[in-house]
C-alpha cells in the first residue's frame, strides 16, 4: 500500500488495490490583528498574535477504484457531529507545526453518480478543517 496520509482514521492511500486520496489541498494562515482608530489620522494596526490556520482539501471517492463512497463519507460525517479532533498527517509529517490537531468546520457532499439501484458509485467530498489548540 503507498500511504499518502491519514485524518484520524481515514486512510489517504494509492496502490493497485484501492485509490481514496485527496486533491487541491489548501492551507490558510491568517494573523489576528486590531485597528485601532486615531482622531484626524490615519488608523494603527496592531499585530495581536498568530490566528488559527485552516486547512481544506477535496476528495473523489469513485467505487470503482475500491473506495466505495459511504465508507468514507459515514466517517466524516461522525468527525462533523460529534466534533472529533485527529491528526491531519501528509507524506508522513504532520501538515503544519504545532499540535497538529484539527477539528471539522464543514463537510460537503456532491452525490454525483448512482447504479440503477441507487447505489452510490462516485461522490465528491469538501473538507474543511480548523486547528484546534490546547491549552497547557
Not at 19 to 30: A, G, P, V
Not at 54 to 77: C, G, Q, T, Y
Not at 98 to 124: P, S
Request: hydrophobic share 45%; charged share 20%; net charge neutral.
Amino acid at each position: 500500500m503507498a500511504l499518502v496520509g491519514t485524518f484520524g482514521s481515514l486512510i489517504f492511500e494509492c496502490s493497485r488495490r484501492r485509490l481514496r486520496t485527496f486533491y487541491d489541498l489548501k492551507i490558510d494562515t491568517e494573523p489576528r490583528s486590531a485597528q485601532h482608530d486615531v482622531h484626524l489620522q490615519m488608523p494603527i494596526l496592531e499585530f495581536t498574535g498568530p490566528g488559527l490556520i485552516h486547512v481544506s482539501f477535496a476528495m473523489k471517492l469513485n467505487a470503482d477504484f475500491n473506495a466505495p463512497p459511504w465508507e468514507s463519507i459515514n466517517l466524516l460525517r461522525a468527525y462533523a457531529q460529534t466534533g472529533a479532533v485527529a491528526p491531519l498527517i501528509v507524506g508522513g509529517r504532520p501538515v503544519t507545526l504545532g499540535f497538529n490537531l484539527w477539528m471539522m468546520q464543514k463537510l460537503g457532499e456532491a452525490h454525483e453518480i448512482f447504479e440503477r439501484d441507487g447505489t452510490l458509485r462516485v461522490a465528491i467530498i469538501d473538507v474543511s478543517l480548523a486547528e484546534y489548540r490546547v491549552l497547557l
